[in-house]
């Protein structure tokens, strides 16, 4: 018992050195979907619980603004494709800034950032944004997924709440409802892919939608309060590309359980990737009797985590997962297909406590017969990693590092 509170002691002294101090937000959404007030209220609710928050503003409104729309009057192809360039590379330079500061100022910081790199995909065709990529040599999997902890999106008035949709109050703003509604779905589109993306919508009212918001940030930065409300269904069979009628992303996921887990508290590894984009996650997750206590995560460097890999618990296997993202009716879903040939699946879903509504599960899945199986500790990451009994295994790095056991 001494050997296990030791070990135990000892990879929490040694986690305890990446612990993380910067998050980087983006808030995007639609025309008239509360963003400004969406930011004051989450910097002040921020303020309180003693962080520093830094604001970087809208790059888009900056250039508009500052006399660079004239480019876009009459434009064709070319000078939009042009202006996206010159906003992307102030995006970029905005963010990376503040990060600068917040990095000197040696405080907890959380940067809230007046739209992001993808939102000008939403504002041009699919063949433009690919040549903007082209020429400036960035990636979009890397743009969207490594650069935030969170893309929170605030949908537009327009859809939901119509009679407080206006144009009146931003000079630049000049979409019909009907617009700001296609545009809000772009949006939306441009992030999916992203591991966390919390669409916030009109279905409260305006002050819970604030506070939803709220909610959402206080629970990424690991502010005391409620873990959210994280949803796993079982699917019969694995969903193919045309079963699923709306925009999607695909990427991999891989994760390792980390040695003093159980299955009350599990430390574990997260690595996500797709393409050139890859990202590194630290997760602790506490149930009791099932049900979901507390849930704590955060990004690792490279570094760190083939630091915190070391500590892989021998008696787990590696899990791989091909991963399906996509948005239905305002909510984030992602397919998980263990690459195990288990000829099944999983649908996750994560929703904050405020929301206060019943998941809407995507109908074109209904033939996949999904089961609720969130409290079921079969299905969790802990259980399914577990090594069969009597299989040879050794460390995930290298088996210098450790001698092969038999269970």
């Known amino acids: 018992m001494k050997k296990i509170e030791s070990e135990k002691t000892k990879i929490a002294q040694r986690q305890h050195s990446f612990r993380q101090t910067i998050w980087k937000v983006v808030i995007t959404g639609g025309p008239c979907g509360g963003?400004?007030?969406?930011?004051?209220?989450?910097?002040?609710?921020?303020?309180?619980?003693?962080?520093?928050?830094?604001?970087?503003?809208?790059?888009?409104?900056?250039?508009?603004?500052?006399?660079?729309?004239s480019m876009l009057e009459n434009a064709d192809?070319?000078?939009?494709?042009?202006?996206?360039?010159?906003?992307?590379?102030?995006?970029?330079?905005?963010?990376?800034?503040?990060?600068?500061?917040?990095?000197?100022?040696?405080?907890?910081?959380?940067?809230?950032?007046?739209?992001?790199?993808?939102?000008?995909?939403?504002?041009?065709?699919e063949e433009m944004w690919q040549e903007i990529i082209n020429r400036t040599g960035y990636d979009s999997d890397r743009l969207r997924d490594t650069r935030y902890d969170m893309v929170l999106h605030l949908v537009t008035a327009a859809e939901g709440a119509g009679e407080?949709?206006?144009?009146?109050?931003?000079?630049?703003?000049?979409?019909?409802?009907?617009?700001?509604?296609?545009?809000?779905?772009?949006?939306?589109?441009?992030?999916?892919?992203?591991?966390?993306?919390?669409?916030?919508?009109?279905?409260?009212?305006?002050?819970?939608?604030?506070?939803?918001?709220?909610?959402?940030?206080?629970?990424?930065?690991?502010?005391?309060?409620?873990?959210?409300?994280?949803?796993?269904?079982?699917l019969e069979g694995t969903p193919a590309d045309e079963d699923i009628p709306v925009p999607c992303t695909k990427n991999t996921v891989v994760i390792h359980i980390l040695r003093g887990s159980t299955k009350k508290l599990v430390l574990r590894l997260y690595k996500r990737f797709n393409g050139s984009s890859e990202i590194w996650i630290y997760q602790?997750?506490?149930?009791?009797?099932?049900?979901?206590?507390?849930?704590?995560?955060?990004r690792l460097t490279h570094a760190a985590y083939l630091m915190l890999l070391e500590q892989a618990e021998p008696l787990h296997k590696e899990l791989v997962k091909k991963n399906v993202s996509f948005i239905y009716e305002n909510q984030y879903f992602e397919i998980g297909s263990p690459s195990n040939g288990c000829g099944e699946s999983f649908l996750y879903v994560e929703q904050e406590n405020l929301a206060k509504k019943p998941v809407r599960l995507p109908p074109f899945l209904s033939k996949f017969k999904p089961v609720a199986v969130t409290d079921n500790p079969d299905y969790s990451?802990?259980?399914?990693?577990?090594?069969?009994?009597?299989?040879?295994?050794?460390?995930?790095?290298?088996?210098?590092?450790?001698?092969?056991i038999v269970l």
């Open 35 to 69: 963003k400004s007030t969406g930011m004051v209220s989450i910097r002040e609710a921020l303020m309180k619980k003693g962080f520093q928050v830094l604001v970087v503003p809208e790059a888009a409104t900056l250039l508009l603004e500052g006399g660079g729309g």
């Open 164 to 234: 407080f949709y206006t144009t009146v109050n931003n000079k630049v703003r000049t979409e019909t409802p009907e617009q700001a509604i296609e545009q809000d779905n772009k949006l939306k589109n441009a992030y999916v892919g992203h591991p966390h993306i919390s669409v916030v919508d009109n279905e409260n009212s305006f002050v819970v939608k604030m506070n939803r918001c709220i909610e959402i940030i206080f629970r990424l930065v690991g502010l005391e309060g409620s873990p959210g409300v994280y949803l796993k269904y079982r």
């Open 381 to 404: 990451s802990f259980s399914l990693s577990l090594v069969p009994t009597g299989t040879p295994i050794s460390c995930p790095l290298d088996a210098r590092h450790c001698n092969p």
């Open 77 to 125: 192809d070319e000078a939009i494709i042009n202006f996206q360039i010159d906003l992307l590379y102030l995006q970029l330079s905005l963010e990376d800034r503040m990060v600068s500061i917040a990095q000197n100022s040696g405080k907890k910081t959380v940067i809230l950032c007046d739209r992001g790199t993808m939102d000008g995909k939403a504002f041009c065709s």
């Open 284 to 298: 602790q997750i506490i149930r009791e009797n099932g049900v979901l206590i507390s849930r704590v995560e955060e």
